[in-house]
């Protein structure tokens, strides 16, 4: 996916064009309740530096806050995935599948997706909803003016959703 110089496929990335899996998105969400369990004094806080090369001879470094799940968790996700651009494709799609799950959760809920769990404050999340985020193509935009982030079209979502749900009851019967 990464071309021959080791570039991430930008393309790629911001398009959703690289699909995931629920399992793969279940196994992130698992390290993060895992992180959040451990104490920070628990977590891998060795500095890490990069940098971004401006011009031919000038390149600016900089350094993550280590202390940031969000830093953490784009660790974890670049160290499972050698490629560059699959790694830069599932952990804007991470980012993003969170974002999109809270934003529409009370539409997830009417439509049957989304229940709320047995604990309190917990809920429960029908694999096809998860199965349909992961593999969905990013169509949409959200924010405004020069802010625009790709993001799923939420009819799209459903439709899948739905269409997922369908088939599991078909080979359940």
Same mark, same amino acid.
């Given at each position: 996916m990464t071309d021959d110089s080791g570039e991430i496929d930008w393309e790629k990335v911001t398009k959703g064009l690289i699909p995931w899996t629920s399992d793969e998105y279940m196994d992130v969400l698992s390290f993060r309740e895992k992180l959040?369990?451990?104490?920070?004094?628990?977590?891998?806080?060795?500095?890490?530096?990069? #940098?971004?090369?401006?011009?031919?001879?000038?390149?600016?470094?900089? !350094?993550?806050?280590?202390?940031?799940?969000?830093?953490q968790i784009g660790q974890y996700i670049s160290e499972k995935y050698e490629d560059r651009t699959v790694a830069a494709a599932h952990m804007s799609r991470y980012f993003e599948m969170n974002w999109f799950l809270r934003r529409h959760q009370p539409r997830f809920e009417r439509e049957g997706f989304i229940r709320k769990g047995d604990e309190p404050g917990k809920i429960e999340v029908n694999d096809c909803l998860f199965q349909a985020v992961a593999t969905a193509p990013l169509?949409?935009?959200?924010?405004? #003016? #020069?802010?625009?982030?790709?993001?799923?079209?939420?009819?799209?979502?459903?439709? !899948?959703?739905?269409?997922?749900?369908?088939?599991?009851?078909?080979?359940?019967?």
């Open positions: 959040e369990a451990l104490p920070k004094d628990d977590w891998d806080l060795r500095p890490r530096r990069s #940098g971004i090369e401006l011009e031919p001879d000038r390149v600016q470094m900089f !350094q993550l806050n280590q202390l940031a799940h969000e830093t169509t949409r935009t959200r924010g405004r #003016g #020069g802010h625009k982030h790709p993001t799923f079209d939420l009819v799209a979502i459903i439709e !899948q959703t739905k269409k997922l749900i369908e088939e599991e009851e078909k080979e359940g019967s």
